[in-house]
C-alpha cells in the first residue's frame, strides 16, 4: 500500500531536491519494477472502469440510449444539476431517508465492530487453555458468507422467531413482540448483525496489534503503580493507535459502501426495505439501475465517492502524525 | 513493529476483499457439459446429418422447472431426433442477474440464438433493439388468436402493431383453500369466491378455527418483503374496476377512487385480523409453506403451488403435508369491477444479435406447437399459452381452476418502462405494507390515499421521461 513505501523513505529527506529524488529512483529500481504489475492490474480493474463511470455520468444513458452505451448523447452536468436541483428526479426519491439511515449505521456499526472487537482481543490475548479454540470458534461468524447471515438474521427477526422468543418469551422486555423487518426497528435488524458479522475482523487486526506492545512496558507501568483502566489508556490505546486510524477508515468506507446484508435480508433484493432499512448502495441501486437511469446513477455515485474523498481528506489530517511515525 | 502490525492489517484488508469480490451468483449452465440427463445429453450430441447444415443454437433460459436445462431439452427431443443437424445449448440464467445479462447481451450483440423473456420485459428489450420483430411470422404458430390475449397483448409496445415475442407460457393467480377446514365451519365453497362479500365471510367464518389443535389464521398474503409486491395487489385494483395507467398510457389512475377501494379491501383483510400479522413480514414462499404448515385456510398462488403439493418431500415438495391432501383452487372472488387475475408468463424471442435466426424460429416454432406445449407444461407445472390446450379436457381439476382464471387474467401495460414503473410501485406499496402493520402511522383511506398518490407521482415521471 501506499503508507508502506512512503514509509521506506528517510522521514527527514528533502524532497524538492531532483539530482536527490533521481537518486532515490535509481536506487529503489528493484522496488519499483516489483510494483508494476500491481498498478497495471490496478489500472485495468479500478482506473478505467472509474473512468468509465465519470464518462457515464456526463451521458443522458437510459434504456432507450443503452445499445449505444458510451455513445449515448453527451448532457454535460444535468445529470448532476438534476440530482442536486430537481426533487422529481428518479434518483432522489427517498435519497434523504437512505443518507440519514447511513450515517445511522456507519457511525453504530464502526463504533460497535470496534469496541467488539477490542474487547475481545484484549479477553484473548491472555494466556488460558483453551485459547486457540476460542479464537477459532469467534472467527466463525466473519467466514460466513455476508449473504447466509442476511437470510438467517432475516428467519430470526420474524415476529415470531427466535429473536422475539428470547426477548419476550424467556427475558419478558416488552409486552407484545415487535416487528423488527417492518417500520423503525428496521435499522436495528440489519445494524446488529452487521456487527455481529464484522467484529471477529477486527478482533484478529487488534489482537496482531497487542502483540507488538512489549511485556516490560506493563511490567514498568505496574511497578509504577498504575492499574488496568490507567495501563489500557495510557499503553494499550496509544501503542495501537496506527492500527485504529487504519481500520477506523476502512470501516467507514466499508459500511458506508455496505448493501449485502440489506439486500439480502429483504426480499431477494428485490424487495424495498422501508424508510428505515434503505442504505445508500441499495437506494442507489435501486433508484438508478431500477430505473434504467445509469447517467443519473453514475452521477450519484461520483458525488458519494467525492464525499468519501474528502472523508479520507479528513481522516489523514487526524491521523497523519501516526502513520508517518516511525 | 507497528509497521507489522499495519502491514498484517493491510493484507487482511486485502484477503477480505478478495473474499467479499467473489459474491457474484452466476448459475449459468451447459448441458452439454454437465451430462446430467440422459436425454439431455444424447440431444446435445447430435451430429450433424449429411443433409443439411449444421448449426449449434444457443437456447438462454429461466429456471422454470426443477432441472431447468434437461427438461428443456427432454422438450425438444423430439424435434432434434428429427433435425439431427441441429445442435442446442441450454444456459439457465436466474431471474435476479437475468436482467443485467440480457441487457448486457442486447447492448453489445453477443447473446444466445433463441432468449426467454418474462412477458412485462419484451417491450423494453424490444424498444432497446436487443430482439427481432417476428410480426411476418406470426401466422406459422397459428396466428394471434391461438394464444390467450391477456398473454398476447406483452408481445407488442403499447400502440405499435409489431410483434417481438411468441408466448410460451403463462401462470396466473388464484385461491388456495383448505376443503377440510371450510367444512369444518360449515362454509359453502361453491358461493364463498363469489365475491368480495362472500369472501370476506367465507374468512371471518373459518378464521381461528382449531384444526389439530392449533388455530388457523383465515387468510396469508406476504406484506412488502416479497418480490410479487405489485401482482398481489393489483388483481384488487382490477376487480374493484380500477386499472394502472389510463387507455393511452399517459396517466396514471391507480390512485383513482376505485383502485384505492381495492386495495382498501385486500389490506383491509388484514388489518380487520383475518390474517396473522406476522406473515406481513415474510415472502411469497414462506407463505406457501405456512399454508402447507397448516397455518393458513386460504392462500393466492399461481400453479406452482399445486405440482409442489403434488411433488414427493424427498424431490423437495410438500406432498407429506396434510394440506397437500386437502386442497382446492378458486378463482379470485368479483370486485364491483367483475374479477379480474394476474397473469403472467414468459415468452421465445429470437435475439438480434442471432446468426441463426431461421433455424431459432424453427426451434421456437416446435416449442409452440401443441405437442411441446404439453410436454412443457407437464415438466414445468405451468400453463401452455394456447387456448385450445388450455381448454382441453386433458387438465387435472386444479390446472382446470387456473386455466378458468386466465379467461379475466389481465397484464399491465405493455409499455418499455414498465420495470422502472414495478420498481417504484413496489417501493410504495411496500409502505402500504407497513401503515397495515401499525408501524408507519395509522391505517385509514386517508393515509393509503396518500402513499398511493406519492406513488402515482414518480409513476407519471417516469412514464413521461
Not at chain 1, 458519494?304 to 489530517?317: A, D, K
Not at chain 2, 406459422?140 to 390467450?148: H, S
Amino acid at each position: 500500500m501506499g503508507l508502506h513505501t512512503e514509509n521506506k523513505l528517510p522521514a527527514n529527506a528533502p524532497s524538492g531536491k531532483r539530482g536527490l529524488w533521481r537518486k532515490r529512483v535509481k536506487d529503489n529500481k528493484f522496488a519499483y519494477m516489483l510494483m508494476v504489475p500491481t498498478i497495471i492490474f490496478m489500472m485495468l480493474v479500478h482506473l478505467l472502469p472509474m473512468l468509465q463511470g465519470i464518462w457515464m455520468s456526463f451521458l443522458k444513458l437510459n434504456q432507450f440510449t443503452l445499445v449505444k452505451y458510451l455513445k449515448a448523447p453527451f448532457v454535460g452536468m444535468d445529470n448532476y444539476i438534476g440530482l442536486l436541483f430537481n426533487s422529481d428526479n428518479p434518483v432522489r426519491q427517498g435519497l434523504n431517508f437512505a443518507i440519514r439511515n447511513t450515517a445511522i449505521y456507519a457511525v453504530i456499526v464502526t463504533i460497535g465492530v470496534m469496541i467488539m472487537g477490542l474487547m475481545m482481543a484484549m479477553l484473548l490475548n491472555r494466556d488460558f487453555p483453551g485459547r486457540g479454540i476460542a479464537r477459532t470458534a469467534m472467527l466463525l461468524p466473519w467466514v460466513i458468507p455476508s449473504y447466509v447471515v442476511g437470510v438467517l438474521w432475516g428467519f430470526m427477526w420474524q415476529q415470531n422467531g427466535i429473536i422475539n422468543y428470547f426477548l419476550v418469551d424467556v427475558l419478558h422486555l416488552f409486552n407484545d413482540k415487535p416487528f423488527w423487518l417492518l417500520g423503525p426497528n428496521t435499522i436495528w435488524a440489519i445494524i446488529i448483525p452487521t456487527i455481529w458479522r464484522g467484529w471477529p475482523f477486527l478482533m484478529v487486526i487488534f489482537l496482531a496489534g497487542l502483540q507488538t506492545i512489549p511485556e516490560d512496558i506493563y511490567e514498568a507501568a505496574t511497578i509504577d503503580g498504575a492499574n488496568k483502566l490507567r495501563q489500557f489508556w495510557n499503553i494499550t490505546l496509544p501503542m495501537l493507535k496506527p492500527v485504529i486510524a487504519v481500520q477506523l477508515l476502512f470501516q467507514i468506507i466499508n459500511n458506508v459502501y455496505s448493501y449485502n446484508i440489506v439486500s439480502t435480508m429483504f426480499g431477494n433484493g428485490a424487495g424495498y426495505p422501508g424508510e428505515w432499512g434503505d442504505l445508500l448502495m441499495t437506494a442507489l441501486t435501486r433508484q438508478s439501475f431500477g430505473y434504467w437511469a445509469f447517467g443519473s446513477g453514475s452521477a450519484a455515485s461520483m458525488m458519494l465517492m467525492f464525499v468519501m474523498l474528502m472523508v479520507v481528506g479528513v481522516w489523514y489530517r487526524v491521523f497523519r502524525s501516526e502513520l508517518n511515525a516511525q | 513493529m507497528k509497521k507489522t502490525a499495519v502491514s498484517i492489517s493491510a493484507l487482511l484488508m486485502a484477503f477480505s476483499l478478495a473474499v467479499s469480490g467473489c459474491g457474484g451468483n452466476n448459475n449459468s449452465s451447459n448441458s452439454s457439459n454437465n451430462g446430467g440427463e440422459q436425454k439431455g445429453s444424447n440431444a446435445t450430441t447430435a451430429t450433424a446429418a449429411p443433409s443439411t447444415k449444421p448449426v449449434t443454437l444457443n437456447a438462454w433460459v429461466m429456471p422454470n422447472s426443477p432441472k431447468p436445462d434437461a427438461d428443456f431439452l427432454q422438450t425438444l427431443d423430439p424435434y432434434l431426433k428429427e433435425h439431427p443437424n441441429v445442435t442446442v445449448k441450454v444456459t439457465v440464467l436466474d431471474w435476479g442477474s437475468a436482467w443485467t445479462k440480457i441487457t448486457t447481451a442486447a447492448t453489445s450483440g453477443e447473446g444466445p440464438d433463441i432468449l426467454q423473456l418474462g412477458s412485462t420485459w419484451v417491450p423494453a428489450i424490444a424498444s432497446m433493439g436487443g430482439i427481432d420483430k417476428v410480426t411476418d411470422k406470426v401466422a406459422d404458430v397459428g396466428g394471434a388468436e391461438a394464444f390467450l390475449p391477456a398473454i398476447w397483448n406483452t408481445t407488442s409496445i403499447a400502440g405499435d402493431s409489431e410483434v417481438y415475442g411468441i408466448p410460451w407460457f403463462v401462470d396466473a393467480r388464484a385461491i388456495y383453500y383448505r376443503t377440510d377446514v371450510f367444512k369444518q365451519a360449515g362454509v359453502n365453497t361453491e358461493t364463498a369466491f363469489k365475491d368480495w362479500d362472500s369472501f370476506k365471510s367465507a374468512l371471518e367464518a373459518v378464521n381461528g378455527q382449531t384444526v389439530d389443535g392449533k388455530k388457523i389464521a383465515a387468510l396469508g398474503l406476504p406484506g412488502k418483503n416479497d418480490w410479487n409486491v405489485v401482482h398481489n395487489i393489483f388483481p384488487w385494483i382490477w376487480a374493484a374496476g380500477g386499472d394502472v395507467l389510463s387507455e393511452d398510457n399517459k396517466n396514471v389512475v391507480f390512485n383513482e377512487e376505485k383502485g384505492l377501494e381495492g386495495v382498501m379491501f385486500y389490506t383491509g383483510l388484514a388489518n380487520e385480523g383475518l390474517v396473522e400479522k406476522s406473515s406481513l413480514e415474510k415472502n411469497s414462499s414462506q407463505i406457501e409453506s405456512d399454508f402447507g404448515d397448516g397455518k393458513s385456510a386460504v392462500i393466492i398462488s399461481g400453479p406452482w403451488l399445486a405440482k409442489n403439493f403434488a411433488t414427493p418431500k424427498a424431490n423437495g415438495g410438500m406432498d407429506d403435508k396434510k394440506a397437500a391432501k386437502n386442497f382446492a383452487v378458486a378463482p379470485l372472488p368479483a370486485g364491483p369491477g367483475g374479477q379480474a387475475t394476474f397473469v403472467g408468463g414468459s415468452e421465445l424471442t429470437v435475439f438480434s444479435g442471432s446468426k441463426n435466426k431461421e433455424a431459432t424460429w424453427e426451434v421456437i416454432k416446435y416449442l409452440t406447437s401443441d405437442e411441446a406445449q404439453k410436454a412443457y407444461a407437464q415438466v414445468s407445472g405451468q400453463l401452455p399459452a394456447k387456448l385450445s390446450l388450455l381448454e382441453s379436457p386433458d387438465l387435472d381439476a386444479n390446472m382446470k381452476a387456473f386455466s378458468e382464471a386466465t379467461k379475466y387474467g389481465r397484464t399491465y401495460p405493455a409499455i418499455p418502462q414498465w420495470g422502472p414503473t414495478e420498481t417504484a410501485l413496489q417501493k410504495h406499496f411496500a409502505n402500504v405494507w407497513d401503515i397495515v402493520a401499525g408501524v408507519k402511522g395509522k391505517y385509514s383511506k386517508e393515509s393509503i390515499k396518500e402513499e398511493l398518490d406519492s406513488a402515482a407521482s414518480e409513476v407519471k415521471a417516469i412514464i413521461n421521461q
